[in-house]
């Protein structure tokens, strides 16, 4: 693990591979380990980096008051350190959303972007009811006893989770830490990305499971209609968490379209 020091919060991030550089951005309720078969199966082509955001795995807790704008601050500096150049640059659900302020504040860094099952922000990409719904189930959530906390999310996955990476994703599960979790979830429900989209000029594949109920393909229609020259590819029988459930499939595409756009 390396690490990189932002105003005071310590930012973790494995690396591996060489090439082009090729960064992977977590979901909420987990950490960079969520990579680990796109850091294993990548490496050969690219330099491969996954980061703890602030608040996760091995960086350091949120400061009070850290909002969406600071998370993509955090990872331009991650960026910054690698000294390889602008980035391909790759989120899944919440870590599209960090992505999506990163391309907002430090466009020079990216060299495209990946969305992976995502959203413009909950308030940008759902409607009211349901993000209310939301909203709701986070609320219980954080008030359970701490020895009674649950970050799992409904509806991660397309099926049951692959049995592969159930050791793992308990292991990251019991290691959230409630901060955070309600921290990313209410800034969710509170950001509208919208306004961006259309200003997006670098080339952009929108990395979508076929059966996400989280963000569903209705989401990922509307990120294809407001990004000049998107390009959508949906992943058969995936659910929101496309690369952990259908890892070959999902590396594939990320080559390929890595490939075209050095």
């Known amino acids: 693990m390396a690490t990189v020091q932002v105003g005071g919060v310590e930012v973790a991030y494995a690396r591996a591979g060489h090439g082009p550089p ?32 602030p608040g996760a795995g091995r960086s350091s807790d949120l400061p009070a008051g850290f909002a969406l704008r600071d998370f993509a601050h955090c990872l331009a500096a991650v960026i910054e350190a690698l000294g390889l150049g602008p980035a391909h640059v790759a989120g899944l659900s919440w870590g599209g959303t960090v992505v999506l302020e990163l391309y907002r504040h430090h466009p020079e860094l990216v060299r495209t972007l990946l969305l992976v099952d995502t959203y413009a922000g909950w308030k940008g ?22 020895e009674q906390f649950d970050p799992t999310l409904p509806g991660l996955f397309a099926g049951d989770p692959p049995a592969a990476f159930v050791p793992l994703l308990d292991t990251m599960a019991g290691e959230v830490r409630p901060e955070t979790m309600g921290a990313e979830l209410f800034m969710m429900a509170e950001t509208d990305q919208r ?63 890595c490939r075209a756009h050095r």
């Open 22 to 53: 090729l960064v992977l951005v977590h979901g909420a309720g987990v950490d960079g380990r969520m990579w680990q078969p796109q850091l294993a199966d990548l490496e050969d082509e690219f330099t491969v980096v996954a980061w703890d955001e």
């Open 125 to 146: 990409s759902l409607p009211p009811e349901k993000v209310a719904a939301r909203v709701e189930g986070a609320e219980r959530m954080l008030a359970a006893p701490r």
């Open 195 to 257: 306004d961006l989209l259309p200003t997006i000029t670098v080339p952009t594949l929108l990395l979508w499971g076929e059966l996400d109920v989280r963000s569903p393909l209705g989401v990922a229609r509307a990120f294809e209609d407001a990004i000049p020259n998107a390009e959508l590819v949906v992943l058969p029988g995936a659910g929101h968490v496309s690369n952990l459930e259908t890892p070959q499939r999902f590396n594939r595409a990320v080559r390929t379209f």
